[in-house]
């Protein structure tokens, strides 16, 4: 008997990535023993701010591919179906569910314990160092950002002659800064951390921000100042140059904005020979802000909390709640053909990033990695992607206005021309205006439903 016989769906995939090509055949395969038709509809490129409309009403595909920074808003709107519990499956099983890395899929894929949709690519931010030439002054890699700073501040002993580099163009400026500050941010036992949960009124200029905004000042003091015009790929490429021994970056390198041209996401080679290159996961706080009482605590046992910052690009794919039950299930079982018997192997490889640990186990990073990527960067993306206390970058309606407003005070901090504290309270009250423009009931609510929370 045809499981399927008689049903219809779309499956939506980004258009001029190759999935024409890459899954022809398997789906042709699953629609003869399926009894089902299928349909692979090219999306356009779906730009920052832009309406989601396309994954709703009776246009919609059945299931699509999305960009995971807009993954919390298309939550927030109803747009996505719950993953039916038959096709979770176990880590060797069905979609696999249990294989995606702990807080991936608990705090980024999940509301309420309900898997919402499958995660393909999600980049965190991590640290690369020279570990020849730490070990040679016998010097540790950084634990948190202080640690960081004094490497930084001895660079002239340790490596001579080179120096460090993170991504602050203007691109990457808002999820450079939010990166270095999560860790003190978010208080362990408080949902609140961009917005008030209650209120919804923005805690960007809080103590917590204030301070990894300081620290970000004293560490440009001690790069050069293109690093005002990095993205990710230009620091991994100064660091296997050999000139730069400390450098913040992300793999994939595909996740470069387009807009910048086809050199930008290319993978990044090595001119240099015998350089030992290490990577951790970011530095985290010796410190936490909380915010209810105003002050900072620090951790037990002279702990670190290390909180991961993500959600800022990648992909996701998901079915659409517009959709019948039956072919929301025939949707999925039409993935799980395309996808092949690991679960990734069937996607073309600029999709693909580290989400499993069955990927991990292989020993085998995904293509998308720059080729000179060192065997510790899996684990250490793999470490970030575990965290429980994982954060996604504002996944809620106006993103790209509020990263744009943050981009630009981050900009005039960093450039010496006001105080961290000026630079922030600007981000506050500017961020208050979209907030009013949008509504603040629904601006509120949008962020509980990006954190897990009731809507009121």
């Known amino acids: 008997m045809l499981p399927y016989a008689g049903q219809e769906i779309q499956i939506g995939v980004p258009a001029d990535l190759g999935f024409a090509t890459a899954w022809e055949g398997p789906l042709n395969e699953w629609q003869a023993q399926a009894g ?3 349909q692979l509809r090219e999306l356009p490129r779906l730009e920052p701010g832009q309406s989601l409309d396309l994954f709703a009403g009776s246009d919609a595909p059945t299931l699509a591919l999305f960009p995971l920074e ?6 927030a709107a109803g747009h996505l179906a719950p993953i039916p519990d038959s096709l979770r499956g176990d880590e060797n099983s069905g979609l696999g569910w249990p294989d995606i890395f702990q807080g991936l899929r608990e705090r980024v894929a999940s509301r309420k314990s309900q898997p919402l949709f499958v995660p393909l690519s999600v980049p965190v931010l991590v640290c690369y160092y020279r570990q020849d030439l730490l070990e040679k002054s016998g010097l ?15 660079l002239g002993t340790w490596a001579p002659g080179k120096t460090a580099v993170e991504p602050w163009g203007e691109s990457w400026r808002s999820t450079m800064f939010l990166a270095r500050a999560v860790s003190g941010a978010q208080h362990p036992s408080q949902y609140s951390l961009f917005f008030d949960i209650e209120t919804g009124a923005p805690l960007i200029s809080g103590p917590a921000f204030v301070r990894a905004l300081s620290g970000a000042q004293q560490a440009l003091a001690k790069m050069p100042k293109d690093v005002l015009q990095y993205t990710p790929t230009q620091c991994l490429a100064e660091l296997f140059a050999g000139r730069a021994a400390l450098a913040i970056a992300c793999e994939p390198a595909a996740v470069e904005p387009q807009s910048q041209g086809d050199s930008a996401s290319a993978p990044v080679e090595s001119g240099v020979d015998g350089l030992q290159v290490s990577v951790i996961r970011l530095p985290g706080s010796r410190e936490v802000y909380d915010a209810s009482r105003g002050v900072w605590e620090p951790l037990p046992d002279k702990g670190i909390s290390q909180v991961t910052l993500t959600g800022f690009s990648g992909w996701g794919v998901g079915a659409l709640a517009s959709s019948s039950k039956v072919q929301v299930e025939a949707a999925w079982s039409a993935l799980l053909k395309a996808s092949g018997p690991d679960l990734v192997s069937g996607y073309p490889p600029t999709v ?11 020993g085998v990073l995904p293509a998308t990695f720059s080729l000179r990527a060192p065997l510790s960067c899996g684990p250490a993306v793999a470490e970030s992607l575990r965290n429980p206390r994982l954060v996604a970058e504002l996944q809620i309606e106006g993103r790209e206005e509020f990263r744009q407003v943050l981009a630009r005070e981050v900009a005039a901090a960093l450039s010496g021309s006001v ?12 961020w208050q205006k979209i907030i009013d423009r949008i509504g603040v009931e629904r601006h509120r609510n949008n962020y509980r439903s990006s954190l897990g929370l009731m809507v009121r």
């Open 70 to 75: 807009r993954a919390g808003e298309l939550i």
């Open 419 to 430: 105080s961290a504290e000026q630079a922030l309270q600007t981000v506050a009250n500017d």
């Open 36 to 38: 089902a038709k299928y």
């Open 140 to 154: 540790k890699p950084p634990q948190n950002w202080d640690d960081y700073q004094e490497l930084l501040n001895s």
């Open 352 to 362: 693909i990033g580290l989400c499993r640990e069955s990927q991990l186990q292989a």
